[in-house]
């Protein structure tokens, strides 16, 4: 995963721990599978602290940015195969020749991206 420093000189950033597909931030305080995460769209996932200094996601509750998830969004393998219910004497446009079917690519933790922003001490 990349991680990104804001600012680059800082010196004071949440801890976190990366266990295979799962993200834990401040020693288990918020921790999730970031993999169930994964959409057809980029998802950004916002890491805050409320006002009791407690980690929340999303910014409706927090106080403060400690960290941002970029998560890209999911790829897929196109294929092509014959249409087994195509009928070339069909009234045109009733179907297509062949069929694409859409396979998800593996969730690659590599391609994601944490933001980590300096805490107050």
């Not at 918020?30 to 890491?47: A, H, N, T």
């Not at 969004?73 to 859409?102: C, F, K, L, V, W």
Request: net charge negative; aromatic share 10%; charged share 30%.
């Amino acid at each position: 995963m990349k991680v990104t420093h804001l600012p680059e000189n800082g010196v004071n950033f949440i801890p976190y721990e990366l266990m295979g597909k799962i993200i834990s931030f401040n020693d288990g305080d918020l921790m999730f599978d970031i993999s169930k995460k994964e959409r057809d769209y980029e998802v950004v996932i916002d890491i805050c602290q409320d006002f009791t200094g407690a980690l929340v996601m999303g910014t409706s509750e927090g106080e403060r940015y400690v960290a941002q998830l970029v998560v890209p969004a999911r790829e897929y393998i196109e294929t092509t195969s014959e249409n087994p219910d195509y009928n070339p004497e069909a009234e045109e446009g009733m179907s297509s020749p062949t069929i694409t079917n859409r396979e998800p690519v593996a969730f690659d933790i590599d391609k994601c991206e944490l933001r980590l922003w300096e805490m107050e001490v």
